[in-house]
């Protein structure tokens, strides 16, 4: 139990779906990410939210939507996505975004899979 | 800018051998210092971590030391059991300015312990 706990586990989707990934943390944290983990590439970070408010967005494409509604729930909201989209994606938090010494905590993360 | 650079996989070891992987970094700053463990089928996990330099780090029957002279930060353990097989990645984190706390990863080395 790593007080991060991601929903839902496993998610197929046609192309023309939309879903939402959801990411909830227990453990106080001010600070959330989500990243995308693809076989055979570095982990990459997409968004970085720190009391609500989006503080990165690293170059990810408009077909994901992040929503943090407060600072411990986090949401990704998929639409029209792409074969190559197909991946791990993990969701994160931390005490605060600035926090050099602050470990991120990492939940289970949901397996995408796109037909 | 900020990147870390971990041995290329896999690494394929017999219960009770030493351990070592390798990682290096780059940064601008001051860096914190990470290794994280991901267990098939699941989110990282913190395994240990270093804040300054000479700082060494243990969990599990695992060390890494911060060598500021030589900007490494390798992962030991004198004695792997089949339990450790996993993916392990180090990362770093300098926290300041408009990295905003972002963790930079090396690429992951997969281990496997036979019996």
């Known amino acids: 139990e790593t007080g991060v706990t991601q929903t839902p586990r496993h998610l197929v989707m046609g192309m023309t779906n939309k879903k939402s990934l959801k990411c909830e943390q227990h453990?106080?944290?001010?600070?959330m990410y989500w990243y995308k983990q693809s076989a055979k590439k570095p982990l990459e970070l997409m968004f970085v939210?720190?009391?609500?408010?989006?503080?990165e967005n690293n170059s990810v494409p408009s077909r994901f939507s992040p929503e943090c509604p407060n600072s411990s729930h986090l949401f990704l909201h998929l639409h029209t996505l792409q074969p190559e989209d197909s991946a791990l994606y993990l969701c994160?938090?931390?005490?605060?975004?600035?926090?050099?010494?602050?470990?991120?905590?990492f939940g289970d993360g949901t397996r995408l899979s796109i037909l | 800018g900020d990147s870390v650079t971990q041995m290329e996989g896999p690494v394929t070891l017999s219960e009770e051998a030493f351990l070592t992987i390798n990682c290096t970094y780059t940064?601008?700053?001051?860096?914190?210092l990470f290794w994280y463990v991901q267990y098939p089928g699941e989110g990282l996990q913190l395994l240990l971590k270093?804040?300054?330099?000479?700082d060494k780090g243990s969990n599990k029957g695992f060390e890494a030391t911060y060598r500021k002279e030589t900007t490494s930060f390798h992962l030991e353990k004198g004695s792997v059991q089949v339990s450790d097989s996993a993916v392990y990645f180090c990362?770093?984190?300098?926290?300041?300015?408009?990295?905003?706390?972002?963790?930079?990863f090396g690429r992951g080395t997969q281990l496997t312990v036979w019996p």
């Open positions: 940064a601008t700053g001051y860096p914190s």
């Open positions: 453990l106080g944290h001010n600070a």
């Open positions: 939210y720190n009391f609500k408010e989006q503080t």
């Open positions: 990362a770093l984190s300098d926290g300041g300015g408009s990295t905003l706390g972002r963790l930079y």
């Open positions: 994160a938090s931390s005490q605060e975004v600035m926090g050099r010494n602050q470990p991120q905590h």
């Open positions: 270093a804040t300054k330099a000479d």
